[in-house]
C-alpha cells in the first residue's frame, strides 16, 4: 500500500507530533484536521482545515478534497461520532475504530460490562447506575472507598475517587448526583467503582483485530499536584525508561497488561462480530490482587504518545501499515528514556477558556535538548489560548529518566511568564518511592 497523503484528525500534541513523525520519516503528504489553530501543527503540514470533531461529514469532506489514502484519526470525539464509519462508507482507508468500537472509550459502562464478561479478574467491583440512592447504596457498601465516572468523553476531568478529589461521604455523594444531572445520552448513567490503590502505567498498541503491534510503557500524571493530589487533569506529564518495562515493572507485569487488551479485544469480537481497529491505549493499575484495567482509550494518549514517538525510530506510518495488512511488525525503539511535563495556566483545570502567557527562545530551549509541542491553539493575537486542552508539552530523552528529567527541569527554568507545572514529575525521588512501595506491595500481596 503506497500512501501518499495521510490525514491526521486531531489538533493536541500527540498530533503535532504524529504529523512531525511522518514528515521527517516518509514522502507521504501531511493534511490535518483540526478543532483549534495549532501553532505547532500549522508550519509542519501541506493543509490544515479547522472544524468541529463532531460534524464527520466536514471531515469526510476534507479527506475527499486532498485525496487522502490514509486518514489517522487520534482524537475521540470523531470517533465516538462514527468519523471512521463514514469514511469507510466512501471507500476511503482509516486506523481508528469505528463508533460501535470506540465505545471502550467513549462508553465506561459498555467497557465494565464487556470486560466483566471476558476477563473478570482484571476489572475492580463496580456498578453503572441510573437512581441516586442505588449508587449512593452501592458506595455506602463499599465504605465509600470508591471512584465516581461519567459514562461517557470528559477529557479526562470526569472521574472523582474517594480519598483524592471526594473528601468524604458527602462529596461523594454530591458527585453521584452531579454526574446524573449533568448526564445527557450515554452519560445519563454513572458508573462507580472499587477504589483501587496501587501505581498505574499506560501501554499503547496498534491493532487490527488479533493482530497487535506493542510499545513500550509510560507512566502518566493525571492529578495536578505534586505527590499526586487535587483534581484530575488531561494529564500532567509522563516518562518512560530505557526498554519496554518502567523502573518497578516486571516482564510479567506488562505481558499481563496485553494479555488483558488481547482478551478485551477478543470479547468485543466475539460479542459484535464487528472489526477493531486502531490506536489503543490500555491504563492499567498494578494493585496487590494483581493487574486491573482503569480505561481505554482508543487513541494514543496525551502526553504519552510523545515518549512513545520521541523514541520511535523511523515513520510510524510501517507499523500502520503492517498491522492493516495484519502482518507481525516489531517497532524499533531508542534505548532512553524520557520525561515529559505540561506547562499549564496558573488556573487549570478550573478555568479553560484562557491564555497562556509564557514566552522562550527557542535556541535556548534547544540547547537543553527538549522540545516543545503544543495541546493549545494560537489567537488572532497571536497570544496561546487555551480552550479545553491545556497548554504546551515539553519532552526530552537521556541515557536514564535522571538525564531526561534534568533536560526538562532546565528548559522550564528558561520559560518566562505565568504558568504552572508538576516538577516532581520523573524525579530521582519519586521513581525511588515508587519502586518501594511495588517491591513492599509484592511482598505482602
Ligand atoms: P480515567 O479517566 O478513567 O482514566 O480516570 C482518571 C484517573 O482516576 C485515573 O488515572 C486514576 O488515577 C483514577 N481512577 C480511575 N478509576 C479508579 C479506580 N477504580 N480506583 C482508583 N483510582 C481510579
Ligand atoms: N494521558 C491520558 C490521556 O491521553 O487520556
Known sequence: MAIKKVLVVGSWAKEQITV??????????VYVFMDTYNPGIIPLADGFCIGDFYDTESIVGYALSVSADLVLVTTASPLAAGLADRLEEKNICVFGPTKSAARLESDKAFARRLMSKYIPE????????????DAIGFAREHSWQVAVKFTGLREGLGVKVFGDQLKNEDEVVDYIKEVLDKGKGPDSQVVIEERLIGEEFTIQCLVNNDCLITTPAVQDFKKLLPQDRGPNT??????SDKGKLLPFMEEADYEQALNIIRTTIKGFREESGKCCKGFLYGQFMLTKKGIKLIEYNFRPGDPEWLNTLTLLKGSLLKPVEAVMEGESYSCDFSKQATVCKYVVPPGYPEELNCLLKVNWDEESISHTGAKIYYSCGKNEEGKLQVGSERGIAIIACGDTIKDAYLRIESAIGRLRGEFFYRKDIGSEEQILEKCRRVKLARVNG
Open 20 to 29: 512531525e513523525n511522518i514528515v521527517n520519516n516518509s514522502e507521504a503528504g
Open 234 to 239: 488531561a494529564s500532567m506529564g509522563s516518562y
Open 122 to 133: 482484571a476489572v475492580p467491583d463496580y456498578g453503572v447506575f441510573s437512581k441516586a440512592e
